[in-house]
């Protein structure tokens, strides 16, 4: 005898079907520079967040889809794009970007429509500026100190600063006069060039004339090359430091052997497998690794790949908890999204562990850096 469903069982299936069946995806809108002067950057980006979907396609059963655009190094495109995406696109939530000046154009935008954005670039916002932001890069403070730290360790009284005339060299340059003159280290220049710039050789002539015992190149990127190339064809031969923005293999390509012996800031990732076996970080460290390589065709080089990952994970962990109390697609998903990322409690990731609050907008803490040295081409821990 076959077994009988009553109506109220069919009803029930169909209600269920028809439900899950409209359940609405996830939508991820993400900006960031696949040309111009910042590609180095922007293309590694894209990279770790197509590595992030592949690593979570799903969030308690809803699929995600990932929107990229292209900013072409360009702050009001940066902008335009946001736009599209919260307009147009209905995206939930907003990444990128892959420069300072174009995460603070999105940044603006995503707080005139309510809509969350986690950068990827070091932005520094306060007030109500950051209520809508965070960001899973280590603060300039944290890591520039790192490096002045280990200036001074090294004898170091004098330093002279090169970096974007931008608001990223800004930043890293207002880093850089806080940690020195807590470290009793003078700084004897602050020489600036534009992202576009074929040569530094003007700059670096004045800071050689200078004789710093230090230099510290603030650029990031393939741009970031110029100054180390500069400061060895002038035969310099203080210590050369830079920021956590110059790990990545364009960089490397195009500096060669001029970079030989830079000690930089970075993440825990860059030397993953030289972190201590019961590091946390290290086995994310490792996981990203493997899932980028297996999505890329060939293995994450860089640090910005593994920022746009972790910033997947804590968008991931936050999107959990807000699909309790909203639908994607709506007003309230995004404000529940924001409200999730804001209170993020010890996400594990590959650069660090992120804890967020309404007052911290940088999530990360001593965790986040280790410094590295660049030996033949290939990124070695400094004990």
């Known amino acids: 005898m076959k077994p009988q469903i009553s109506l109220l069982a069919v009803i029930a299936i169909a209600i269920g079907t028809t439900v899950q069946a409209l359940a609405a ?17 922007g ?17 308690a059963g809803r699929k995600v889809q990932l929107i990229v655009l292209d900013d072409a190094s360009d702050p009001t495109v940066a902008r335009r794009n946001a736009t599209k995406l919260v307009l147009e696109d209905k995206v939930d939530i907003l990444i990128g970007a892959a420069t300072v000046p174009s995460t603070f154009a999105m940044a603006g935008y995503g707080r ?11 932005v520094s916002l306060a007030g109500d500026a950051s209520a809508w932001v965070v960001t899973v890069v280590q603060p300039a403070s944290l890591m520039i100190g790192a490096v002045v730290e280990q200036m001074r360790k090294s004898g170091v009284k004098t330093v002279a600063f090169i970096g974007f005339a931008d608001a990223a060299g800004d930043l890293f340059y207002e880093a850089l006069a806080e ?13 600036r060039y534009a992202r576009a710039d074929a040569s530094v050789t003007g700059q670096v002539l ?20 110029l100054p180390v190339i500069a400061l060895a064809e002038r035969g310099y031969k203080g210590g050369v430091y830079g920021t956590h923005g110059l790990i990545n293999a364009d960089f490397i390509r195009v500096a060669g052997s001029a970079a030989q012996g830079l000690v930089v800031p970075t993440g825990p990732v860059i030397v993953a497998e030289q972190l201590a076996p019961e590091s946390g970080i290290r086995k994310t460290a490792l996981d990203f690794r493997a899932v980028y390589e297996r999505t890329q065709g060939a293995a994450s080089t860089d640090a910005f790949s593994a920022y746009a990952f972790d910033a997947w994970l804590v968008f991931a962990d936050a999107a959990g908890r807000a699909l309790v109390a909203a639908e ?14 804001a209170s ?20 990360v803490d001593e965790r986040a850096r280790v410094i ?5 081409g290939q990124w070695k821990l400094v004990p």
């Not at 590959?350 to 940088?362: A, E, I, L, Q, R």
């Not at 590295?372 to 033949?376: H, M, S, Y």
Request: glycine share 12%; aromatic share 6%; proline share 9%.
């Open 344 to 363: 993020s409690k010890e996400v594990v990731g590959t650069h660090g562990v992120y804890n967020f609050s309404p007052k911290s907008p940088y999530g």
């Open 43 to 59: 293309i590694p980006y894209a990279n770790g967040l197509r590595a992030g979907l592949a690593y979570k396609p799903e969030i």
């Open 112 to 122: 005139e429509t309510s809509t969350p954005l986690i950068a990827i670039s070091p």
């Open 206 to 225: 004045k800071i050689v004339a200078l004789r710093p015992d230090a230099v510290l190149d603030g650029g990031t990127g393939t741009p970031g090359a």
């Open 372 to 376: 590295v040295r660049l030996d033949k």
């Open 25 to 41: 995806d996830i939508k991820v809108g993400m900006v960031t520079s696949l040309s111009g002067p910042a590609a180095s950057l």
């Open 179 to 191: 940690s020195a003159k807590a470290a009793g280290i003078q700084i004897v220049a602050n020489e």
């Open 328 to 341: 994607p697609g709506t007003p309230a998903f995004r404000n529940a999204l924001r409200d999730a990322i």
